[in-house]
């Protein structure tokens, strides 16, 4: 488990620049779950929301297991900030970006897709 607001050094590594969501992502084909507590800006879309999910999603299908979301839109917070949580079990990290590009072609219509586990 990689829970970015639950583990010092991983909310330390955000911090430096050291660790994005994509690395969060492939990391997740190795680990016990998916997505934990990431700090997001409170302003991200729904249409970004999806294109995460969507990607955990291939990803836990393609693998055969199960991966877990806790992403976490902080109100009032943009990419790069400094979060303020007055909480023990967590610890202060930076928002993240996720550079989610538009849904495009065979992903945005009500069709159904097969993804092949391995």
Not at 60 to 86: C, H, N, S
């Amino acid at each position: 488990m990689l829970p970015v607001l639950e583990d010092t050094v991983l909310a330390e590594s955000v911090v430096a620049d050291r660790l994005t969501i994509n690395d969060l992502l492939l990391y997740s084909a190795v680990c016990g779950t998916g997505l934990d507590t990431i700090p997001l800006p409170g302003s991200i879309s729904e249409d970004q929301l999806y294109a995460v999910l969507l990607d955990l999603a291939a990803l836990a299908q393609r693998l055969g297991k199960f991966l877990t979301a806790r992403l976490m839109p902080i109100p009032g917070k943009r990419v790069g900030e400094v979060t303020d949580f007055d909480f023990e079990f967590f610890a202060n990290s930076k928002v993240m970006d996720f550079k989610a590009k538009p849904l495009e072609g065979h992903l945005t219509e009500e069709e159904n897709f097969h993804i092949q586990s391995r």
